[in-house]
Structure formats: C-alpha cells, structure tokens
C-alpha cells in the first residue's frame, strides 16, 4: 500500500465537514476523483474509501463497504512490506498514541455486531496531538450525523470495535 498523505486526509476531512456531508447508507464518492466540494452524501466506507484514495492520490482503492475495506487492509497487514499493521484497538487510548498526530488508523466492526441486522461501520482515527479522535462519517445514532469527529473511546467504537489497523503515512 501506498503511504497515505495524513495531511491531504485531513484536508479532505475538513472540507467534508464544511460542506456539510451528511451520512446517507450506500453513498460513495463518484468518481473518486471527484472534488470534497462537490460530495455532500457519504456512508461510513464511502468515507474511509474516499480517504484512502485522496491520501494516496489515487494510487489505492481499498473497496466500497466497511467488510470489504476490512479484508483488503487484512491482505495488507498480512504482507509487511505494505506497511499496513494490525493493532489492538483499546491502544488508542495509550499516551504516546494518543499523542502522536503522524499516525492514522482505521478502526472496524462487522456487521451484526451491534445486533442481528445491524450495519457494521468503519472510520479513521488519529490524534489531535493531546488524544485519540476519529475522523468518521455516521448516522445521527452516534450523535452529529455525517462526517464529524467524536472521542475514539466513544461508547458504541469502544464496545464493539474488532479491528484496527495503523495505515503508513507521510
């Protein structure tokens, strides 16, 4: 995998949250090389998707949906010359994480997970230099709907992530 450019991300992350865009299941960017001005509907994969292109301006396109973004960065974490690691999600909350804003991550948890039926989500996480914080698009569930950013212990990310993964930035 490409290294992913922490600063286009976050750009793109802001401009996203000025638009406003809003959560909508099942939008994605379309194409991918469309500008952050003109989406104003992502779903939570539409999102990371979105990212994970942007930031390696266009070189990797992990997929549309949150499972399939998830087995395509497994593939990557399997292969450590991709740079791509799997790590345990309750470390976000560890003081040289935490306060480490070169570093992004993706936190994942399937479908089902909150319940039978249940969509599983997908977001990206990274410090604002003090703590962990996503950067994430979601349903007005977890509060603020669209692409917002929330603590990463957040409640719902805390009790039911399985997955995270450190993507390599630059």
């Known amino acids: 995998m490409n290294k992913v450019k922490l600063s286009i991300v976050a750009q793109v992350f802001n401009q996203l949250c000025a638009n406003p865009c809003t959560y ?20 939570c994969s539409g999102w990371v998707q979105y990212g994970i292109n942007k930031g390696t301006e266009g070189a990797n396109d992990p997929g549309e949906g949150s499972s399939e973004i998830a087995d395509y960065l497994n593939a990557q974490a399997a292969d450590p010359a991709s740079g791509v690691r ?3 999600y309750a470390s ?13 991550f993706v936190g994942h948890f ?13 977001w ?22 669209g692409v917002s950013s929330r603590d990463w ?10 997955d995270c993964w450190e993507l390599p930035t630059c």
């Open 24 to 43: 909508n299941m099942g939008s994605k960017a379309s194409p991918l090389t469309i500008d952050s001005s003109q989406v104003d509907q992502l779903d």
């Open 86 to 88: 799997r790590v345990d």
């Open 92 to 104: 976000m909350g560890d003081s040289d994480v935490g306060a480490d804003p070169s570093r992004l």
């Open 110 to 122: 399937p479908p089902g997970t909150e319940g039978p039926g249940a969509a599983g989500h997908i």
């Open 124 to 145: 990206f996480l990274r410090s604002n230099g003090t703590k962990m914080v996503t950067m994430e698009c979601h349903g007005a569930s977890g509060g603020q709907d």
């Open 153 to 162: 212990d957040h409640a719902v990310l805390v009790d039911n992530a399985t």
